[in-house]
Structures are given as structure tokens and as C-alpha cells.
Nanobody
Framework: VQLQASGGGLVQAGGSLRLSCVASGRTFNNYIMGWFRQAPGKEREFVAAISWSGGTTAYADSVKGRFTISRDNAKNRVDLQMNTLKPEDTAVYSC????????????????????WGQGTQVTVSS
């Protein structure tokens, strides 16, 4: 399975970006997708996750109300719409995949995911 993330860039505070992640290669009938981010000098942190059906989503408190995760299973694609961006959102954003239909208790842990994309840089200027 290969995950290709795109959509990062430089934006001013208050602006928006939309990240996309496309899965290719072997794909599963049921998998959850997550977005994580890592800022320089900081540990990787959970951002958002979505179940196979798209009916269940989860967000980190720091992005709740500003970010929206969605998916199109026909295209093996997951998007992360990021609005009202803040300088503290600056990080490398990576998508991850886990073969499971629903969000279990550990959806926020990077170790729960099997496949990872290469990451896309998001820089928010003040």
C-alpha cells in the first residue's frame, strides 16, 4: 500500500488549505485513515481520523471546529480541510492507514496504523 499526500503549502494565518491522501497498491475493503502532524522539535501528534463509512470522525482538541476530515472510498482518497489556520498548525502532515472498519480506542496513536505517507509541509505565517 502506498499513500501519497499532497496539498501542503505556505498560507497566512486565518487562511485555508486542503490536504489530500490517495491510497494505491493493495487496498482493503475496510480501513480507517488518520492524519498526524509533526512540528520541528516536537513529537508527532494526532490530528484527525475517519472510519471506513465516514460516519465516525475524531479530532484533536486543538483542531476541532477548524479542520474537517472526509473520504471518498471510490477514489481511495481522504481529505483534510483546514480552515482558520494558525502559526501553531505549522508542521509536516502525514496520512496513515489501518485495516479496520471503525475507530477503536487507539485511533489517536501512531502505532495503531500500518501504512504511512511521506508527509506534506504546511507552513502558516503570522
Amino acid at each position: 500500500v502506498q499513500l501519497q499526500a499532497s496539498g501542503g503549502g505556505l498560507v497566512q494565518a486565518g487562511g485555508s488549505l486542503r490536504l489530500s491522501c490517495v491510497a494505491s497498491g493493495r487496498t482493503f475493503n475496510n480501513y480507517i485513515m488518520g492524519w498526524f502532524r509533526q512540528a520541528p522539535g516536537k513529537e508527532r501528534e494526532f490530528v484527525a481520523a475517519i472510519s471506513w463509512s465516514g460516519g465516525t470522525t475524531a479530532y484533536a482538541d486543538s483542531v476541532k471546529g477548524r479542520f474537517t476530515i472526509s473520504r471518498d472510498n471510490a477514489k481511495n482518497r481522504v481529505d483534510l480541510q483546514m480552515n482558520t489556520l494558525k502559526p501553531e498548525d505549522t508542521a509536516v502532515y502525514s496520512c496513515a492507514l489501518r485495516s479496520a472498519p471503525g475507530l477503536s480506542w487507539n485511533y489517536g496513536l501512531g502505532s495503531a496504523y500500518t501504512y504511512w505517507g511521506q508527509g506534506t509541509q504546511v507552513t502558516v505565517s503570522s
